[in-house]
């Protein structure tokens, strides 16, 4: 074999083995851009799928992250989380756990409204609530949750009975989770005289309150109760009935009267006072 053709063989080796490196580049830089562009695509649809999240959740307040346990001005931060009202004194006590979702629930508060109220501004009764989401577990949604939420807010404000009393006035249908929109809480809150201020509608829209509102619920559970509306007077259960006695406005008076026969009324409110 000549110098010459020894030469051209050499060379065309060279070219392909050059050639073929080449191609190990172009194929490197191939892959690249296709995984660069498959964590492009990625980050861009895990930034839709937050989107639609946040936004899905953007009247609903953060019910799904725990946070810390706020416990509503007023209230028990220890083991027993419910919103007092009525004179902390008072010869009696009125537990009443109850689910803002809940018609039974409406329709003992719309029904006994009058006749509590009276009861408590005669220091003769205090009511303790205990708030659940039965009805979000059962039916879905975050309503019961939300409400309660919003009502704790009420309650750091000093307005917890009249707002209370307002979202059972109002409350939507029970297949209906209206409750589960921050706005239209905030909206109802505007019947009760000067509750919508900054506060009330940062801590509704943070979901201030949730942790304690879970832990309300917890403590509803682990109480073995039939259902909501429960309740009771000085521990003794009185919905529907006491003992042979069906529950009405004027039962309700006779049982509190025969209670605190002999006991001076109460004077000292657990009502915080407003704030701002």
Same mark, same amino acid.
């Given at each position: 074999?000549?110098?010459?053709?020894? *030469?051209?063989?050499?060379?065309?080796?060279?070219?392909?083995?050059?050639?073929?490196?080449?191609?190990?580049? $172009?194929?490197?830089?191939?892959?690249?851009?296709?995984?660069?562009?498959?964590?492009?695509?990625?980050?861009?649809?895990?930034?839709?799928?937050?989107?639609?999240?946040? =936004?899905?959740?953007?009247?609903?307040?953060?019910?799904?992250?725990?946070?810390?346990?706020?416990?509503?001005?007023?209230?028990?931060?220890?083991? !027993? @989380?419910?919103?007092?009202? &009525?004179?902390?004194?008072?010869?009696?006590?009125?537990?009443?756990?109850?689910?803002?979702?809940?018609?039974?629930?409406? %329709? /003992?508060?719309?029904?006994?409204?009058?006749?509590?109220?009276?009861?408590?501004?005669?220091?003769?009764?205090?009511?303790?609530?205990?708030?659940?989401?039965?009805?979000?577990?059962?039916?879905? &949604?975050?309503?019961?949750?939300?409400?309660? =939420?919003?009502?704790?807010?009420? %309650?750091?404000?000093?307005?917890?009975? #009249?707002?209370?009393?307002?979202?059972?006035? =109002?409350?939507? @249908?029970?297949? !209906?989770?209206? /409750?589960?929109? =921050?706005?239209?809480?905030?909206?109802?809150?505007?019947?009760?005289?000067?509750?919508?201020?900054?506060?009330?509608?940062?801590?509704?829209?943070?979901?201030?309150?949730?942790?304690?509102? $879970?832990?309300?619920?917890?403590?509803?559970?682990?109480?073995?109760?039939?259902?909501? #509306?429960?309740?009771?007077?000085?521990?003794?259960?009185? /919905?529907?009935?006491?003992?042979?006695? *069906?529950?009405? @406005?004027?039962?309700?008076?006779?049982?509190?009267?025969?209670?605190?026969? &002999?006991?001076?009324?109460?004077?000292?409110?657990?009502?915080?006072?407003?704030?701002?």
């Amino acid at each position: 074999m000549s110098d010459k053709n020894f *030469e051209g063989k050499r060379t065309a080796r060279e070219r392909l083995i050059q050639e073929r490196e080449a191609q190990k580049v $172009r194929d490197r830089r191939r892959r690249t851009l296709i995984v660069s562009a498959a964590v492009v695509g990625v980050l861009g649809l895990a930034a839709v799928v937050g989107m639609l999240a946040v =936004n899905s959740d953007s009247d609903g307040g953060k019910s799904d992250t725990a946070g810390p346990l706020l416990a509503p001005k007023g209230t028990d931060t220890k083991s !027993d @989380p419910m919103v007092p009202v &009525g004179a902390t004194d008072a010869p009696s006590t009125l537990t009443v756990w109850e689910d803002f979702r809940c018609p039974a629930c409406a %329709q /003992f508060e719309n029904g006994f409204r009058a006749t509590i109220q009276e009861l408590e501004k005669a220091g003769q009764l205090k009511a303790e609530y205990h708030l659940a989401t039965l009805i979000d577990g059962n039916m879905s &949604g975050t309503g019961s949750l939300r409400a309660a =939420n919003a009502a704790g807010c009420a %309650q750091d404000a000093g307005k917890f009975a #009249p707002y209370h009393d307002v979202l059972f006035q =109002n409350q939507p @249908p029970e297949t !209906d989770d209206a /409750f589960a929109k =921050n706005s239209h809480l905030i909206e109802l809150a505007g019947k009760v005289d000067g509750l919508v201020t900054d506060p009330f509608k940062q801590c509704v829209n943070d979901g201030a309150h949730d942790s304690w509102v $879970r832990k309300s619920n917890e403590a509803f559970q682990k109480g073995n109760f039939n259902g909501t #509306p429960t309740v009771l007077l000085n521990g003794e259960a009185i /919905f529907p009935k006491k003992g042979d006695e *069906e529950i009405s @406005p004027a039962n309700l008076k006779k049982w509190v009267t025969e209670a605190n026969r &002999g006991k001076k009324a109460g004077t000292a409110t657990a009502t915080p006072p407003a704030s701002g």
